[in-house]
């Protein structure tokens, strides 16, 4: 069965750190293109950071410097290591993975950053 389920999201003083992990099972997990997404209440999905099957990473501005998108193919996992946590990185976050031509989401986790 091919999927994604994300696992780590919870809630967060301002300026914590989570990680948060996603695991893949039903794909050659090493050939695809993995991907953070996230969700606020009210806003559109947007893309946090990504990682290319030979490793390279990209970051939306608002997170570079604060979170590290890393994977491990031998375990099927990606995973976002976030720090310096803010009210605005408060939302559902999404693992998406793209490779020929397919596409797949897992289901979210939430992450909520509050004192």
């Known amino acids: 069965q091919v999927q994604l389920v994300e696992s780590g999201g919870g809630l967060v003083q301002p300026g914590g750190s989570l990680r948060l992990s996603c695991a893949a099972s039903g794909i050659i997990f090493s050939i695809w293109h993995m991907a953070w997404y996230r969700q606020a209440p009210g806003k559109q999905r947007e893309l946090v950071a990504s990682i290319s099957s030979g490793g390279m990473t990209t970051y939306t501005e608002s997170v570079k410097g604060r979170f590290t998108i890393s994977r491990d193919n031998a375990k099927f996992t990606v995973s976002l290591q976030m720090g310096g946590l803010k009210a605005e990185d408060t939302a559902v976050y999404y693992c998406?993975?793209?490779?020929?031509?397919?596409?797949?989401w897992g289901q979210g986790t939430q992450v909520i950053v509050s004192s």
């Open positions: 998406q993975g793209t490779a020929l031509r397919q596409e797949i």
